[in-house]
């Protein structure tokens, strides 16, 4: 039996990496597409590929996520706790996919772990949760509004006597590559956070110790499944990012993706924080178009998006509760 449970729990795992996936595609080439510089298929290829490479530049994400949000739970009851984290998180990613929302899937996980783990009466570290999620959901979009209108700010004024058309053409081409670089980011923070999930699933089964590092079929795994759920698409969603915030154009482009992997990586590497990809570009969207004239944006879309983002936590936390209520008294 707590072999078959660690199997589902990996499985729903790697279902989660998989709507991740095709839930935030648009967060690496909603704006490539938009300003028509990658065809969506080529788009999303390239995302894939980059999605699986990132997954393997690191494991600071993963090893926040396994060991300093919430205490390891033990037992049956424990993987209990992580199943019912999971499917909070899916579901949350499923109704925003639907809706075309571009909520964040990390947080979505974050508020799973949470809730299920109030529920199973397991431990919460509230002060790891309020530096590593809570702060960075406040300061990552705050980073990428303001990161964005300078990064565009910079580029209009050294390309203010630039031929419009010729500097239009290579900011198209340019955006290969800050595309490609966003997607990296992507599958760095991304694939890291469900490697961590894993990770814990393993050391309740008692098949790894707590502290080992990540096994390789764990990363291959989950960078295989953000890859293809990555390759799918989430054109609802892309819709959103691409047209519904702001018409962007090649430029505009090239500084929103710019911004956006460059605070990935950095909030990656340097504070091992498990931001949200869909916080970063999203504000770094705004942030650029806020230079062409701040009414340019629309701001009510915008809206309705920041609002996604503070009910996530709770919506998804919410759902695991009452998965592991579901869960317990069926199985336990």
């Not at 390239?46 to 690191?58: D, E, Q, S």
Request: a positive charge.
């Amino acid at each position: 039996m707590d072999t078959f449970a660690l199997i589902v729990t990996i499985g729903v795992a790697l279902g989660f990496t998989y709507t991740n996936g095709f839930h935030d595609s648009a967060n690496a080439i909603a704006t490539s597409v938009s300003t028509r510089a990658l065809t969506p298929r080529a788009a999303l290829a390239m995302a894939a590929a980059m999605n699986l490479l990132g997954a393997f530049l690191g494991n600071g994400v993963a090893k926040t996520v396994s060991e300093g949000l919430i205490e390891t739970p033990k037992g049956s009851s424990g993987m209990a706790i992580l199943f019912a984290a999971l499917v909070g998180a899916i579901t949350w990613n499923l109704v925003t996919w639907y809706f075309g929302l571009p909520s964040s899937s990390s947080h979505a996980l974050f508020g799973g772990m949470v809730g299920a783990a109030l529920a199973g009466g397991t431990k919460v570290y509230w002060s790891g949760v309020l530096d590593k999620v809570v702060i960075p959901m406040f300061v990552s979009p705050l980073v990428g509004l303001l990161a964005g209108y300078l990064v565009m700010t910079a580029i209009m004024w050294i390309f203010r006597r630039a031929n419009p058309s010729k500097a239009k053409r290579g900011f198209r081409i340019a955006q290969t590559v800050s595309a490609a670089g966003m997607a990296l980011g992507h599958g760095l923070q991304d694939a890291q956070k469900t490697m961590g999930i894993v990770v814990m699933a393993l050391v309740i089964a008692d098949v790894e110790d707590y502290g080992d590092p990540i096994p390789v079929w764990v990363k291959i795994a989950c960078a295989v499944t953000l890859s293809l759920g990555t390759y799918a698409g989430g054109w609802r969603i892309m819709r959103t990012m691409g047209r519904k915030i702001i018409e962007l154009d090649p430029p505009q482009g090239f500084a929103a993706e710019t911004t956006g992997a460059s605070i990935m990586f950095i909030t990656a590497y340097l504070f091992k924080t498990p931001v949200s990809t869909t916080h970063v570009i999203t504000s770094a969207i705004m942030g650029v178009g806020a230079t062409k004239r701040v009414k340019a944006v629309r701001w009510g879309v915008a809206k309705n998006i920041v609002l996604g983002w503070f009910i996530t936590m709770p919506a998804a936390a919410g759902v695991a509760a009452a998965g592991y209520g579901v869960v317990r008294l069926a199985f336990l």
